[in-house]
């Protein structure tokens, strides 16, 4: 059995996005911002859309 090793300073392979970079994306953050917001207000996603949109304006 292999083990997929991601690349080194990325939170995820190049050939498959999880969902923080993802989630980074369609609201126009960073994957580190998204990590922070998880961090500190849980794993709620309306909870983290509505901070994510904080970060923006």
Same mark, same amino acid.
């Given at each position: 059995?292999? *083990?997929?090793?991601? *690349? /080194?300073g990325r939170c995820c392979s190049a050939? +498959? +996005?999880c969902g =923080?970079? =993802?989630f980074a994306k369609q609201? @126009?953050?960073t /994957? #580190?911002?998204? @990590?922070?917001l998880i961090g500190e207000h849980g794993n709620d996603h309306k909870?983290? #859309?509505?901070e994510? +949109? =904080?970060?923006r304006e």
């Open positions: 059995m292999t *083990v997929r090793r991601s *690349v /080194p050939a +498959r +996005r =923080k970079t =993802k609201h @126009r953050n /994957p #580190e911002q998204v @990590r922070q909870t983290l #859309e509505r994510a +949109r =904080k970060l």
